[in-house]
């Protein structure tokens, strides 16, 4: 089996390669981090509006006051 010969190529090509697998990398990470963030989030959602449908059920009094929390929080 013969040995590599060294050519007269640049190695140029490699490295801009690697710079734009770098640049890549970094996006791909952003991506993955906003997907995990929103599926943390996600899954909370659903729960804290069917808890507050059952204090509306169980105590409208309590809700009118949560009501009121959201709103201020809202406008702000």
């Known amino acids: 089996m013969p040995l590599p010969v060294p050519t007269n ?13 770098s640049r ?5 990470a952003l991506i993955l981090l906003v997907l995990a963030l929103l599926g943390i989030v996600i ?14 059920i169980i105590r409208p009094g309590m809700m ?11 406008k702000r």
């Open 43 to 56: 899954p909370v959602l659903p729960g804290v509006l069917f808890l507050m449908l059952a204090i509306a």
């Open 9 to 21: 190529e640049d190695p140029r090509p490699l490295w801009e390669e690697i710079r734009r697998f």
């Open 64 to 74: 009118a006051r949560v009501r009121k929390m959201l709103n201020r929080f809202w």
């Open 24 to 28: 890549r990398k970094y996006g791909w």
